[in-house]
């Protein structure tokens, strides 16, 4: 890995003082590198124009971010994902801000997390959730389009997955394609999953949605010790509010 500050240092000491200011240069450059977490040259671009370094959980809402601004606009689907991402976690009030700060971040699209993805290669961890955590937001509108699937190939390449792994991982979250009797059977029994009628406004029908998603997202559920059975249960239940809120919404045409 490249420690920008180390190198600097090194170089500078060797200047002034042969080996031994490279080997005191060093040891401060790497100082720097630590306080600083530089681990390359383009984040040292970004401190030195005021930039401060990313915190895990401001990386995954700046990639979260990016996810829902990739074609172009940011839907009411995608601010509620990022809402119950919030919850799941169960951040502070002040964390809560920064997460604001980091989503608003990511939609400009101008932070290099190529570096920081890597750095969290060697947290499996955390790269799973994170990966998960994208996935989720990807299918917060109902479908996952090629310009979101891109970037987490992309990021999940960085994070050292497989395509096959980020498949597998992809199909956890998509809405299921269940066979349907008939159009209008489907979007009637849509209507019911949301509890709202065909002359619902939009505005409504986006409440009912909010409102259903957080009360069974799977990770407000297994944040409460439920068993693996109803975390699988409240899964399914995501899918099929997915679905249904996608398919209203195709149907009267709203965003």
């Given amino acids: 890995m490249l420690w920008p500050g180390t190198l600097i240092g090194a170089g500078a000491g060797f200047a002034i003082a042969s080996i031994p200011g490279a080997l005191l240069g060093a040891l401060l450059g790497q100082a720097l590198d630590r306080r600083l977490q530089l681990h390359s040259w383009a984040q040292l671009r970004e401190r030195l124009g005021g930039r401060p370094a990313l915190r895990n959980d401001e990386l995954l809402f700046v990639l979260l971010g990016r996810l ?5 606009r940011v839907v009411d689907g995608h601010i509620q994902q990022a809402r119950l991402e919030m919850r799941a976690l169960d951040m502070s009030e002040h964390a809560r801000r920064r997460a604001i700060i980091a989503f608003n971040r990511g939609k400009s699209g101008s932070d290099r997390v190529r570096t ?55 199909c956890d979250y998509a809405p299921e394609r269940k066979p349907l009797v008939s ?73």
């Fill in 116 to 170: 920081y993805l890597r750095v969290l290669k060697a947290q499996p961890h955390a790269a799973e959730g994170v990966l998960r955590a994208c996935w989720r937001m990807a299918w917060a509108d109902g479908r996952a389009d090629e310009a979101e699937r891109d970037l987490i190939d992309q990021w999940g390449k960085w994070l050292g997955w497989t395509p096959q792994q980020l498949h597998a991982l992809a």
């Fill in 183 to 255: 159009r209008s059977g489907a979007y009637q029994e849509a209507l019911r999953i949301l509890g709202v009628t065909a002359t619902s406004e939009p505005s409504v029908i986006k409440r009912a949605y909010r409102r259903l998603l957080s009360r069974h997202h799977p990770d407000k559920i297994a944040g409460t010790g439920a068993s693996p059975a109803q975390v699988r249960e409240a899964t399914e239940r995501t899918r099929e509010l997915h679905n249904a809120y996608a398919l209203i919404r195709e149907r009267r045409d709203f965003r």
């Fill in 68 to 72: 829902a601004k990739s074609n172009g």
